[in-house]
């Protein structure tokens, strides 16, 4: 029998790509470094762009993505959307409407997807506008199901996430990529991508 091979392509903004970590791993690095690969070899491709809303990751994502799935492969999608469509006044029926447009196409390509969703700031305001675009994204991904990791909820009054964006001008640092990272780690990662969890 063949063994199994698994693609993870990743598409997202520039918390994706680890902008800002002294380390350069970001939380997706993280998460790919405590991802075992003795029971399938994983392959993963990160494909973030920065400032990035909703439509135009619709628009781009299979174009790019679809240049690293390869046919026999258990091929992955973990989407990492910004909160950049409060910034262009996209409604969340829009956001809700673009996100589930990606899954259902990843869907009918036989692709397994798991979303990210967007982590807290330092204003209260934007807050509360990231708790319903969360709550947006998470309705969609579940409903379809597929996996969720709220980020949002669990950071939003934690004091070592809020404390690392104070010291980084609002965007996380080591402390707070490692915060991302084990709640994706600890909210269904191996079990979406079929792993043993390491002990």
């Known amino acids: 029998m063949e063994q ?77 959307p910004s909160t950049r469509d409060i910034d262009l006044s996209i409604t969340s029926a829009r956001s809700r409407l673009n ?10 390509n036989n692709v397994r997807v798991l979303v990210v969703g967007p982590p807290p700031t330092l204003d209260t305001g934007r807050n509360r506008r990231i708790a319903d675009l969360s709550a947006a994204y998470a309705d969609v991904t579940t409903r379809r199901n ?26 996380p640092g080591q402390a707070g990529y490692g915060l991302m990272a084990w709640l994706v780690l600890h909210r269904g990662w191996y079990a979406w991508l079929d792993l043993p969890e390491p002990q």
């Open 4 to 80: 199994r091979r698994i693609r993870i392509v990743a598409v997202g903004d520039e918390l994706l790509a680890g902008e800002g970590d002294p380390r350069a791993l970001g939380w997706f690095g993280r998460v790919m470094a405590r991802t075992p690969r003795h029971a399938a070899p994983v392959s993963a491709y990160n494909l973030a762009a920065p400032d990035e809303g909703s439509e135009s990751l619709n628009e781009r994502w299979l174009g790019e993505a679809g240049r690293r799935f390869a046919p026999g492969h258990d091929n992955r999608l973990v989407i990492a």
């Open 99 to 108: 996100m589930a447009n990606i899954i259902d196409t990843a869907s009918q």
């Open 146 to 171: 597929h996996v969720y990791v709220d980020t949002f909820n669990p950071l939003q009054h934690h004091e070592q996430w809020r404390k690392d964006l104070a010291a980084n001008h609002g965007r």
